[in-house]
């Protein structure tokens, strides 16, 4: 039976709600250098595969303005929350962390602001490999067998990641600035 587009309490949002909650437990087992955690890594895998089960709920059940809400923002705790504390243990540099992090707050205030005019901003294909990217770097820098001997692994999804978030940031900004500049438009 589908939900009221209205309606807070959906188990989508239960499942989202609960990766909010459950992330800073990962934080703070995610080990100083590069040592991995198995822990960390479980954890890590757990709140990524419950996005999926989050999205499948939603589509099943129909989503909700506060689904669309919740979800982004719930992938933004997790993923930056750990690429943050991966900076803080000395795995991460500051660098592409802050380039992700400036996207994903700019993205997330222009969604908050054309949401309350009703409208809302679905996730690019790219912005979803652009998560994967990031899901995945944060992944193998945990996992114990490739955070020490396999860097460029990690270093080189995090880079990817950092390059499908800066286009992706760009394609969100093209489509919100088009209407208002006409860019692309012909005249008649």
């Known amino acids: 039976m589908p939900v009221d587009p209205s309606a807070l309490a959906t188990w989508a949002n239960a499942v989202t709600v609960s990766r909010i909650l459950v992330s800073p437990l990962l934080f703070t087992v995610i080990p100083i250098g590069n040592a991995g955690s198995w822990l960390a890594l479980s954890l890590w895998f757990a709140l990524c595969v419950s996005d999926v089960l989050d999205g499948y709920l939603a589509r099943r059940q129909g989503t909700t303005r506060s689904g669309a809400f ?76 490739t955070a020490k001997n396999m860097t460029y692994t990690w270093l080189t999804l995090l880079w990817l990641a950092v390059g499908l978030t800066i286009i992706s940031g760009v394609q969100y900004a093209v489509r919100a600035f088009r209407p208002r500049f006409n860019l692309g438009r012909t005249a008649n």
């Open 70 to 145: 919740l979800d982004p923002l719930a992938d933004k705790v997790l993923v930056l929350g750990a690429m943050f504390t991966l900076v803080s243990r000395g795995m991460f540099d500051i660098l592409p962390v802050l380039i992700i992090a400036i996207r994903e707050v700019i993205v997330s205030i222009y969604r908050v602001v054309v949401g309350a005019k009703g409208v809302t901003v679905p996730a690019s294909r790219i912005a979803k490999i652009k998560t994967l990217s990031q899901q995945l770097a944060v992944g193998f820098a945990l996992a114990p067998l």
